[in-house]
Every structure is written in structure tokens, then in C-alpha cells.
């Protein structure tokens, strides 16, 4: 079925750093989602986004984090500066217009912060 | 606000044997209701959701979920399970098509021989 791709698949950066995290949805999909998962914890809802603009964004979502997808390539996630506790893996998802339209997620970027 | 209650943290069944995973929701209305699956070092995979109509849904895997909506439920189950059902399973609830999909803290299911 149709993919969400995520790149990079990992990533270690040093506390302080910039990071970017890519997401290419699924092509016909204009919902883009970002969620946060701690080791061996559930899945975190961050933002959510449509039309150029942040729909719902969660209290995880940080002034240190922001998203965009620019002329319609990667959605991306950045946060600047990263801390220690932004260490998880972040997976992003898409979905379509439809009301009932399916979620589908990527296989996640595993963000180490030192 | 909404959310999503998994009270079963870890399940152990033998394989053959039955599963039932148990997850209560909290909102107003009928909300749109999924199940997924996530093996190790892996994004997550539906299993099943339910919009409406019929409360019995069928997914993936011969896994079957029934809503109830005065139980505010949507328990999933498997008739015989297989050692590759080892896994954790979510249960998400979204309030429409676009919004925010909101987890429980998953059910963690080890499937002995």
C-alpha cells in the first residue's frame, strides 16, 4: 500500500544543535501529522497540519519545535534548539481530505540528543 | 477532552489460545476508532477502525474489534493466536477525518509456545 517515508531513519546530534526531520506522505494526502514516542511508551500526538498552516498542536510542541512543507516537498519537522529530553523517536503520519480516511504512518526517525 | 484507556499494560497467551485486548474511550460522541499493531524498532501498522455502522469490524490478520457505544468501547480480539502476534498494540481515537489520532499507552502481547 501507499508508504510515508522518513528520513533520516537516525540521528544523533549534540544538545543545542539544530535537527530536521523529513517526512515525504503519501502523495495525495494533504494531513501531516508529527507524534513523539518515548522507549517502550505510547504514541504522542505533536501537530498536525493542512493547508500551509498548524491545525492542533499539542503542549509537547515546544516554541523550540516548528513545521513547514515548502512548495509541497518534504513535511518537516524542526526543532531548534534540541535538549535532552527531545530524545524519542518521532514519527510522522498523513492523511487524505476524506472523512474516513486512514492514517498512515511512517517507520519513524530515532533522535538521539547528547 | 478525549482519550483512550488501555488498563491491560501486558498480556501473555499461550499460542492457540483467544486474545482480548480491552480499550475504553472517553468522548461525547461516536468517534472514529482504530487499532494498531507496532513490532519491534517499527512504525505502526492498522489493523482495523471502525467509522460506522456495523459494530463488528474485521481486520487484518483475522483480528475483529467491537465498538459499544454504552460501554464506550472497542475491544479487539483474535480467535488463535501465532508467536508472530508478538507485539504492542494501540487503540487511537480521532473526533473526525484531519484531526489529532489519540493513543493509550498500548497493550503489550507475548505469545508463548
Known amino acids: 500500500g501507499p508508504k510515508v517515508l522518513q528520513i533520516p531513519s537516525h540521528q544523533i546530534i549534540d544538545m543545542g544543535q539544530m535537527v530536521t526531520l523529513n517526512c515525504d506522505p503519501v502523495s495525495n494526502h494533504l494531513y501531516f501529522y508529527w507524534y513523539k514516542q518515548i522507549l517502550g511508551q505510547q504514541m504522542e500526538f505533536l501537530v498536525n497540519?493542512?493547508?500551509?498552516?498548524?491545525?492542533?498542536k499539542s503542549k509537547l510542541f515546544k516554541d523550540q519545535f516548528s513545521v513547514e512543507r515548502p512548495d509541497g516537498s518534504y513535511f518537516t519537522l524542526k526543532i531548534q534548539p534540541t535538549a535532552l529530553e527531545d530524545s524519542a523517536v518521532y514519527f510522522c503520519?498523513?492523511?487524505?481530505?476524506?472523512?474516513?480516511?486512514?492514517?498512515?504512518f511512517g517507520s519513524g526517525t530515532r533522535l538521539l540528543v547528547i | 477532552a478525549q482519550s483512550v484507556t488501555q488498563p491491560d499494560a501486558r498480556v501473555t497467551v499461550s499460542e492457540g489460545a483467544s486474545l482480548q485486548l480491552r480499550c475504553k474511550y472517553s468522548y461525547s460522541a461516536t468517534p472514529y476508532l482504530f487499532w494498531y499493531v507496532q513490532y519491534p524498532r517499527q512504525g505502526l501498522q492498522l489493523l482495523l477502525k471502525y467509522y460506522s455502522g456495523d459494530p463488528v469490524v474485521q481486520g487484518v490478520n483475522s483480528f475483529e474489534a467491537e465498538f459499544s457505544k454504552s460501554n464506550s468501547s472497542f475491544h479487539l480480539q483474535k480467535a488463535s493466536v501465532h508467536w508472530s502476534d508478538s507485539a504492542v498494540y494501540f487503540c487511537?481515537?480521532?473526533?473526525?477525518?484531519?484531526?489529532?489520532?489519540?493513543f493509550g499507552t498500548g497493550t503489550t502481547v507475548s505469545v508463548s509456545p
Open positions: 497540519f493542512y493547508n500551509g498552516k498548524v491545525m492542533e
Open positions: 503520519a498523513s492523511s487524505s481530505t476524506y472523512a474516513n480516511s486512514d492514517y498512515t
Open positions: 487511537a481515537l480521532s473526533i473526525q477525518g484531519g484531526r489529532a489520532l489519540i
